[in-house]
């Protein structure tokens, strides 16, 4: 017998009513569990996802059955439940019911204050969220009053030219249209986009009685949660106020409670001991039946106990990885389930960088702590510069007046965010808890002129753009200068998670490494190897820089070997220090590939000074620089063609590597070094970098009659590369694609010349995604799977991994993992993102999702 | 039984000697015919390819041998017999053999003046060719003596510490040895390899015994030919000069005679009639036999005719065309062979146009006609410089003291060369001669330093790089300016010759044509249609630029439709008129491209104009200018990226293009255009601008009540719109492979900043051709391949082309009509070298090669 599937408008929800998280959300879900946990929760009724959108699109159900739920006419709040709980929605409203003749009545039997606290609370609300009035014009009063709510009921009258709603379903139509319609908006869509939802997920909610926490005896209101939200360690924190409601307890923390016994001040142990040890045991029964740390949320009325709610902690990432270990540990989920479940980019947050406590601090900002974390950068004061300078790997912090939606992707772009204006939950602070990018927020003090460039501090000191600051989220300050950091968040719980995902995983990460001190950081961040190590940074250290220049200018090869001497002993100590902290791991060098005008000056100033460095005519430099200057520096003279136009810079390279390799063996295993030959667009171009490193390992073998073992390969960039990978690889190790610039290629799109349409075009869906961001699976993958096939085809041993940003993408890695690479390579921060990425692809193939 | 093949060092030529052109060379093949046709050809021994290997690499025949051949100890000649004639070979030497003793006998038979002039021939020659002496040390004296033979002796003994050689055999070692050296020298390598010749190409040489030409009776040497090597018309040319040897005639041609009757001297025909007669009967024997024009080289020894050799006519490219069309239309050569002898880049010399002969002309600069044609553009000194400016689609002249190998890639890339030294043979005269660029050689009047980048006439005004000139390589002058011109060399044979290549010919040949008179060039040289007709060359006239401008500081949308609304009726009455000239056959537009900044003046004084044309402040001016700079233009925001973000530029355009064709169709059939959309990626941009040129389109036909069709395409140019071809094609009419940038970013490669390494790479093999010269059929090809095969996948009936520079490269069209494309689209001139090569490479299909 087929089943019937009827649609239900609503449903109230109890032990057994047919309650689905996937068509009525997770809030929705979650009371029903407390519910079957025999908890005290009020009569609730659930709309579903598909009742809501009939709403926005002009379909409102039967208020008057949902009102004739509750029997009699009580006082009901609307909250969102969107399918998970991070996705959000729009805020919740209390008190739907209150009207003129039951505020009289409430006068009566709660007494002026608390009556026209409760009817105040529903004007507001109302007039905000429903209305769209100007929050401005409701202040709240200090003592709630008959003639507080009568000045907020003329001014509704005045602002609308209407009368306040006083029937109940009335105002129920109200409520339910406008919450359903803010859920459609543009900005609410783009910021649950932001937060991983899909554009077109659906909202329920819940419609509840009130429990009032207002009243004769003892009533109020509060939340309780068992663990410390920023680092996850066992706690109960929360807090409790009489004659209050909602979250009431968080905001008016001067008056409120605490609830365990605390030196400071009374508590809710000492006030009410048994409905304390109620809630304690409510508390471990959520833990262990929803699997979670729950924020309970409590109303006592007139001494009766109702749990409104209990709603997953909002926790810190640190926080959210020590309570899945935790969990896992008491066994009430899988090690599995542990990795599953934290987000592979909100361990960024885990590992940004705190402000040494031991440095001295020049504070020239005080602001509200938005989003934890420190960053140091420059200065910028418009989201499109933030994105041009992290196109060009430079740090900044991002100070505006305030954010809007449109700023989302230079948010994304810089290190850390300061506005002038908004509170903990304004636009800014809530999108940038979302990225793990310190932020502060309020600081009324400075001010921020985005035309002038300019941020100007409470003592008018004027910071341009470009100034180093260094923003602590954590305290909400703003530092001068760059300001000396701690790695962070990483404590035992992290590590012994980051343990689970490598014991899952079956593709090796590696890092992006540069210096001794990334190898270093790298080792502490546990990669498997070095996948890129960029041998051109290197050069541009003052000492080395005038080595570099000399060389450029030599006009004969001996000259140019002369210059190169000099640099060979300081790029042999680089790679020793690197191959001994590495101590056995897999290290990559990708031989020098910028172009050579990256090296000199472009100001005057500058031209000047290398002209008497080089004691040549300024004339000369000058012309040497137009000569150099190219239209397309992207696609011009750089990589292996200046290896093969000018071969002495590989040769000294290889000669540096290979005596490097000798040197770091000494005493120990012998280092197997990975050569990379960056840009190659032919096979050719490989073959004679390939015969001239083998003369250079076969002369340094002899000279320092040692044994030298190898690997070479080919970074992978033009599409032409990977189309010719099989022919490529009949000559080499290893190819690993570099999918910045191959996505540049394959796109004819430079980074950084992208920012200025990229925006509009992932949000008009032009590409689904950003490519920079995240691998274009699709096109770039596509020259991926036929480089990796027809490179394995001819030789089957073939080491296969990319590296680049998407290294450090999650999806990047899936797509990877699937194809059958080797390793990923990543910058040195998103090495634990990228092992959690692989392992929770891994458990993906096996178990599905 | 097996066969043995055994290696003969040498074979005597006779009607029944097994001669192999393929072992042997041209030349020795064709003395072989001459015997069969019974011209009196003296006794000839040919040394094969692999003998003539051999000697380079030191194994020397036995060539006493070789001279017993000849019985008695004869005078005997060297000339190379390569396997093609136009691949060239070493200069041949005369009279070895010649000695002190032989030079005594012949002083004592011939006279003191005879036998000097003989033994100093050899001398000369061995000197130089053998010996490497400097050319210089032996000027020839007016009257060769004994005085003079003994000058010559001393200074071969005092240059080289070493007797002249005596023994015939020990000079013809010496000859053999120098010959076959030179052939394997780098610089010949390269030369032949422009003329055609695979690198590994072999040497043949024949040895001939010497028809004096100096002796008592009637004795001399002269060439004759039966054509007009210039025009190709029919006409007995030559010269004959009596006491002379070889190619003498040619040289002292005011002593010379003339060989049929003329007004203006004495000819052979009223000397030696009967031998004139003869001479005409070899030449008609030779055309019907040899198939071909040939120029007879003869010398009279004491009255006995002697046929030395019959040589292929050197002659023009419009010559060629004519002698061809010639040997069809006399049914000696078949239609499809006349196509084929004719390689399709010969017809860029019949195209080039003439200095116009109305036209007033300021000569600077006397020299020596080179290379026969005209142009103008920018004095440069440098190939490097020429390379960088054909890159950027520059005309330039090309002007060097002298030119050597490492030039060709400068002298292709040059619309004329000019040369202070050198003569008609020199390495500049050869090499544009080959390339079918203008040239003018020995212009020793003139200072070019290349150092100061200037040129120095004979009155002392100097001439500066970037100067504008015409070059007329016909007259052999360079004029001031740029001069007027007539399209040239296109004569009824070349129309036939051109018909009977559209006679076999299976794909289109349509042109980019930007411009009402480009349209009109491109219907003159028989182009199927437009294939490429960019809009964006229409704005950068004087009067549209201003309005261009002031749409790319517009503010607002409105205003920025403002400036547009300006350019509307320019765009319209360009395409109206191109229409129009089109008179139906296709016509495809590219929607405007390149990036805004290209609009921009990026001088200061440039900067200050347009503020003071815009009335904003030069701030504000700089500052729009510095935001729209990019890092990599060819990579940033163009192209339809420009159309999404800017809509109302396309709006325009399409509007432009729907009026102009309603504007075109009245009173004829209706004219349906073509739009095609430039840089595509992504499938949805083709979406988008599809959505806004149908409403443009409906639009336009309600305001005109017209009925309009047309045609949308792609434009593709990077590596991902080739990969998803078959998404794009399922929205579009055609696609149209930009081959410049499909190139540039397969293979990561800037085409403007390519110049520097780019001559290296093709040097050294790295890339097997110039790229952007000829299409990459591996890399870049298999895109096209991809592309095309998905394309038609998605919509059968899909029409599929390339635009760009490969759309005038032969093996590039082979390529095309491999893959069925439908049409090919190039340059203006390109167009009839397109025609040829498309129906050479359909006879090549259809027959073989």
């Not at 359903?180 to 329920?204: N, Y």
């Not at 003052?542 to 570099?548: F, G, I, K, V, Y």
């Amino acid at each position: 017998m087929q089943k019937l599937v009827t649609f239900k408008e609503f449903t109230t929800i109890t032990r057994s009513a047919s309650i689905d998280t996937r068509q009525h959300g997770w809030r929705a879900g979650r009371l029903q569990t407390l519910i079957q946990l025999d908890l005290p929760v009020p009569r609730t009724v659930a709309l579903s996802f598909e009742t809501v959108h009939g709403i926005a699109a002009g379909r409102m159900p039967d208020v008057e059955r949902i009102l004739s739920a509750f029997g009699g006419a009580p006082l009901v709040s609307v909250r969102p439940s969107s399918q998970e709980a991070r996705w959000g929605g729009p805020g919740a409203v209390l008190n739907i019911g209150m009207n003129d003749a039951r505020y009289e009545d409430m006068v009566t039997t709660l007494g002026e204050a608390a009556a026209s606290a409760l009817y105040l609370r529903f004007i507001q609300t109302y007039a905000v969220q429903v209305s769209h009035l100007d929050d401005d014009l409701f202040d709240s009063p200090d003592t709630p009053s008959r003639t507080a709510v009568e000045t907020a009921l003329r001014e509704y009258e005045i602002e609308t030219e209407d009368y306040f709603p006083q029937n109940p379903a009335e105002q129920l139509v109200g409520v339910l249209r406008s919450m359903a319609r803010a859920w459609e908006s543009t900005s609410a869509r783009l910021l649950r986009q932001a937060r991983g939802a899909p554009a077109e997920a659906g909202l329920g909610l819940v419609v509840q009685e009130m429990a009032l926490g207002v009243g004769a005896d003892e009533s109020g209101s509060g939340v309780m949660q068992f663990i410390d939200p920023v680092t996850g360690q066992s706690q109960i924190t929360g807090r409790y106020l009489g004659q209050s409601q909602g979250r009431d307890a968080l905001v008016d923390r001067e008056r409120a409670l605490y609830l365990t016994r605390d030196p400071r001040g009374p508590s809710l142990e000492e006030l009410c001991p048994d409905i304390f040890d109620r809630l304690v045991q409510y508390g471990e029964r959520c833990r262990t039946t929803l699997r979670d740390e729950a924020q309970v949320e409590f109303t006592i009325h007139e001494g009766d106990l109702a749990i409104l709610d209990a709603i997953p902690v909002i926790r810190s990432a640190q926080a959210a990885v020590r309570v899945v270990v935790g969990l896992a540990e008491d066994n009430i989920i899988s090690r599995h389930e542990a990795l599953s479940r934290i987000p592979p980019r909100a361990l960024n947050e885990v590992l940004h960088p705190r402000i040494d406590p031991e440095t001295p601090r020049t504070r020239i900002v005080q602001g509200i702590a938005a989003s934890p974390g420190a960053a140091a950068g420059k200065l910028v004061f418009s989201s499109t510069t933030a994105q041009a300078m992290a196109a060009q790997d430079e740090a900044c912090i991002l100070a505006k007046r305030e954010t809007t939606p449109e700023d989302v992707r230079g948010m994304h772009a810089a290190r850390g965010i300061l506005t002038e204006r908004g509170g903990t939950t304004s636009h800014a602070a809530v999108i940038a808890r979302g990225l793990g990018v310190p932020c502060v927020v309020g600081a009324s003090s400075v001010t921020i002129d985005r035309r002038s460039r300019t941020m100007t501090t409470a003592d008018g000191t004027i910071y341009k753009e470009g100034e180093i600051v260094t923003l602590d989220g954590t305290a909400g300050e703003v530092l001068k200068g760059a300001v000396a950091m701690v790695a962070a968040g990483r404590d035992d719980a992290f590590e012994s998670f980051l343990g689970w995902a490598d014991e899952v995983r079956d593709i090796d990460v590696r890092v992006n490494a540069d210096t001794p001190e990334d190898a270093a950081l790298a080792r502490r961040f546990g990669a498997d190897g070095i996948g890129l190590c960029r041998t051109e940074h290197m050069f541009f250290a003052e000492d080395r820089l005038t080595a570099m220049r000399e060389m450029i200018f030599a006009d004969l090869p001996e000259d140019r070997a002369d210059a190169l001497a000099q640099l060979l002993p300081m790029q042999r100590a680089d790679f020793t220090q690197i191959f001994r902290i590495m101590a056995g791991k897999p290290v990559c060098i990708r031989l020098f590939d910028p172009p050579l005008h990256e090296f000199l000056p472009h100001d005057r100033q500058g031209i000047i000074e290398l002209a008497e460095a080089l004691n040549r005519p300024v004339s000369d430099v000058q012309r040497r620089i137009d000569a150099l200057t190219e239209f397309n520096p992207m696609l011009g003279l750089r990589g292996v063609r200046l290896g093969l136009t000018l071969p002495e810079i590989y040769d000294m390279q290889a000669r540096a590597i290979f005596e490097a390799a000798l040197d770091a063996s000494e005493g120990g295993a012998p280092v197997v070094p990975e050569i990379m030959i960056p840009l190659v667009s032919a096979c050719r171009e490989v073959e004679i970098v390939k015969a001239r490193v083998e003369a250079i390992s076969a002369a340094v073998q002899t000279e320092r009659r040692g044994k030298l073992t190898y690997r070479l390969g080919v970074m992978v960039e033009t599409p032409r590369a990977a189309l010719k990978a099989g022919e490529i690889a009949a000559h080499c190790e290893f190819l690993s694609f570099g999918t910045n610039d191959l996505t540049q290629m394959t796109y004819g799109l430079s980074r950084d010349d992208a920012g200025r349409f990229m925006g509009a075009y992932v949000r008009q869906g032009v590409f689904s995604e950003d490519p920079f961001l995240s691998l274009d699976t699709d096109g770039v993958g596509e020259l991926l799977q036929i480089g990796a096939a027809r490179g394995r085809a001819a030789r089957p041993d073939l080491t296969l991994s990319i590296c680049g940003e998407h290294g450090g993408n999650s999806e990047s890695i899936a797509f990877c993992r699937g194809e059958g690479f080797d390793y990923v390579s990543c910058s040195p921060y998103r090495v634990p993102l990228a092992r959690l990425a692989a392992a929770q692809s891994a458990l993906k193939s096996a178990y599905g999702t």
